[in-house]
């Protein structure tokens, strides 16, 4: 096994509050890892910093073995590291395919062939088949705006898989979500991480899903790692117990 | 040397006068995210207020209390009423466009109903020139330094010792939580509508003066208060008083060192060079951006 | 109801393009002028609605780039080199600018933009006004020929005005294929959301800049065309007020909509020439009308439109939804 993801020492600071105080941790292919702890933990800002949202104060992030850290959330993003928001992140005007191939478009090709090429990119049928497994058939083309709550969540978590990424992180997915679409939401994670081997790391709160989901968990607490293990492991870790799931 | 201490004391003065209009800008801007570009015009109109009222045959004092009414009315309430309400929950960019043609609408009205040439406009300070320290100093300068100084003395008093004054910066900085505190957010947001009204009516009274009432004067002055706004800081009510008298300085400076042909452009340039290196202005706080 | 509503679409289309090259046919010498300055400003302000209405990025510049091709087209024609040329170096040099002119807005946003532009703006005039050895300064340059296209003079008014209708045309129809390329997809995430854009490999700093600079560059169009249009040009025209104007076009027209400028140039050109009757009234009653509009309706005319569709929309899914319902319910 190979890591996907290597988080070494990595430091955030905002004026004199340490958000992320010295984070280090793999996550190996294939690996659904999940992220708790209470809110304000510094896990949110972890992700921007793995991601280039936000710079580090000190630290490296390594993806596939290659340092990352400066790297822009674009340049990133096009080496295979993908993201899902906490909040709703769609484009409201464009339609739930156009959402999908805008997911797309800038992973193949160059800035002239996007120019003179067609509309679509050629991605229509990537959409579509993304809109299938997601199971939005009858929304392709509505504006993501009319979308339910839940379905744009959907929609969100499906733009985050349209370029074949290698790794995701999806922050908070279930949020909101009623159970019906959080079932549905689960088993399609499960199968993309099943059939495309794409690893995941996951923040959320609804813990019977990330016990679950994932093969991994870690916890944080202000600022720092906690535990880390086995869903069973971490759920019989007195000092989780203590911070986090014992409120 | 000693033309140099000329050119401060009248760049000063511009400049005093650029800051009533420029804090006037902001606090529309702070408490509701109005970008007045009519702002230039709104300094033209007092004046020719004030010329209706004489040429009725009212006495310049009787002019002078009857024209800060009527701005107060019309370029206060009336802006905020008619125009700002409607327009302000749709967001900053069509309410800015709207007070682009009200600016259109008030310079074509002026041109219409009053005159398309310059009048002259009587000054509140006697003419002639006094002596300081063996230097020739025109009264006029020195009294409008001084009223306006004494105007935002008044104001920055107003704001930071009074109860009113702390409302109206909590109702700037987060109304919501201002509401929920209990201040009068609704009220207080006129306020800032009055007091502009009050500032831009005392600028036309202090500038027209000096460069004669005329319907176009509004133009330049709007552009000047923009700058002075904008460089020492959009979202301070000191920063835009500093601001203020920095541009009228740097124009009177400009005017006297720079090619006159390209006096207009040192603002600008100064301008572009504070929002690419230092946006907050040179005295505000940067504005939170939101990830 | 689709189909029945593109045939529509497609019918009106026509009807209007077949309106706009045979009624003019008999039009007098300055209704043939008001019409082609109608479509210059339509070429202005569709670049700044790429720049504003797609892609989210304010300018108060565009008036400024009008002015560059202007003054190109007025210097090369009166020594003698064809407009094409002119149009060439136009476009060349108003892009450039305009992507330079993008940088700042990979800075600040929003009303520091504007005045960034603003400032621009201030400066290019003071250029026209003041280089004399390039510009002719405040006396302006006259006598600048129209040309001739594809073998056909366009000295009359007729067939100078079919020329800016083409021109119009031929940039609408690069336009509608920039917007439904990948290109426009991505200006318009670019004004949607930046953050969500950039996350997904969208580089929002390089379709920052490509926003500003194809915009600026059909600002030059524009100016090309105006230069002999008018035939003689001086700074005036191309001071702030010409940036502001259509900056009122993009938004009175309806940012971000397709057709939006030509409707805001059409009332903008045109409207206050409706209102000449008025006489010395007319621009009153012009920024009059503009407020009453955006009070009305602050997304312009087309977002009046984009709202009742929206509306009917709504109405005919609910009814959808409703008789869904109410099979489910009357099922075993």
Known sequence: MTAVLEVTNVKKSFGGIKAVDGISFDVQEGEILGLIGPNGCGKS??????????????????????????????????LGVSRTFQLLQVF?????????????????????????????????????????????????????????????KLLDAAMAFMGGPRLVLLDEPAGGVNLTMLGDLKERLAAINREKRATFVVIEHNMEFVMSLCTRVMVMAEGKLLAMGTPAEVRANPAVIEAYLGH | ????????????????????????????????????????????????????????????????????????????????????????????LPLAIATMALAIGMKEAVKQFFSAEASPFPSIV?????????????????????????????????????????????????????????????????????????????????????????????????????????????????????????????????????????????????????????????????????? | MTING???RIALGIAVIAALIIVPMNFNRYGLYILSQWAVMTIAAMGLNLTLGYAGQVSLAQGAFVGIGAYTAAIMTTQGLPLIAALGVAIVLCFAIGWILGYPALRVQHHYLAFVTLAFSTLAFLVFRNEDWLTKGIYGISGIPRPNVLGFATNRPLPFYYFCLGSLAIVSLAMWWLIRSPWGRAFVALRENPVRALSLGIDTRRYTLMAFAIGSALGGVAGTL????????????????????????????????????????????????????????????YAVAVMLLL????????GILDRYLAERRTKAASALRAVAKSRLETAP
């Open chain 3, 226 to 285: 105006y230069a002999p249009l008018t035939q003689y040009i001086d700074p005036v025209p191309f001071n702030l007020s010409l940036s502001l104007d259509l900056l009122m076009m993009v938004i009175v027209g309806g940012s971000g909509f397709f057709f939006g400028p030509f409707l805001g140039a059409m009332i903008a050109v045109l409207l206050p020439e409706w209102l000449r009757f008025t006489q010395g009234y007319y621009l009153m009653l």
């Open chain 2, 1 to 92: 040397m000693s033309n140099l201490l000329d050119l401060l004391v009248a760049g000063l003065a511009t400049g005093a006068i650029y800051a009533l209009v420029a804090v006037g800008f902001t606090l529309l801007w702070q408490t509701s995210q109005t970008i007045n570009f009519a702002q230039g015009e709104f300094v033209m109109l007092p004046a020719f207020l004030m010329l209706a009222v004489m040429h009725a045959g009212a006495p310049f004092w009787l002019a002078i209390i009857l024209g800060i009414l009527l701005s107060l009315l019309l370029l206060g309430l009336g802006f905020k009423l008619l125009l700002v309400d409607p327009m302000l929950r749709h967001g900053v």
């Open chain 1, 45 to 78: 800002t972890l992700f921007n910093c793995i991601l280039g949202q936000l710079a580090p104060t000190d630290g490296e992030v390594k993806v596939d073995g290659k340092v990352v850290t400066g790297l822009r959330p674009s340049e990133l993003n096009r």
């Open chain 1, 92 to 152: 409201p005007k464009l339609s739930v395919r156009e959402n999908l191939i805008l997911a797309g478009q800038e992973h193949q090709g160059n800035m002239m062939s996007r120019l003179f090429g067609p509309s679509d990119a050629g991605l229509s049928a990537a959409a579509d088949q993304m809109i299938g497994f997601f199971k939005l058939d009858h929304l392709a083309t509505e504006a993501a705006g009319g979308l339910s709550y839940g379905q744009q």
């Open chain 3, 295 to 302: 009070i009305y309706s602050p997304t312009g005319i087309l």
């Open chain 2, 126 to 291: 006697p003419a002639g020139d006094v002596s300081i320290l063996g230097r020739v100093i025109s009264l006029q300068s020195l009294g409008v330094l001084a009223l306006a100084i004494a105007v935002v003395i008044g104001l920055t008093l107003l704001l930071n010792r009074t109860s009113i004054g702390h409302q109206m910066q909590a109702t700037a900085q987060n109304p919501t939580v201002a509401r929920i505190i209990g201040v009068p957010v609704e009220r207080m947001i006129l306020l800032t509508f009055l007091i502009n009204a009050f500032l831009v009516a005392l600028a036309s009274l202090l500038i027209t003066p000096i460069y004669l009432a005329k319907f176009s004067s509004g133009e330049v002055l709007g552009q000047a208060a923009f700058i002075a706004a904008i460089v020492g800081g959009f979202n301070q009510v000191r920063g835009a008083i500093a601001g203020g008298l920095l541009i009228g300085v740097v124009d009177n400076l400009a005017a006297a060192y720079v090619s006159t042909q390209y006096r207009a452009a040192v603002p600008m340039v100064l301008l572009i060079v504070i929002i690419l290196f230092r946006p907050q202005g040179l005295l505000g706080r940067p504005e939170e951006r939101t990830v």
């Open chain 3, 6 to 8: 593109k045939y529509w």
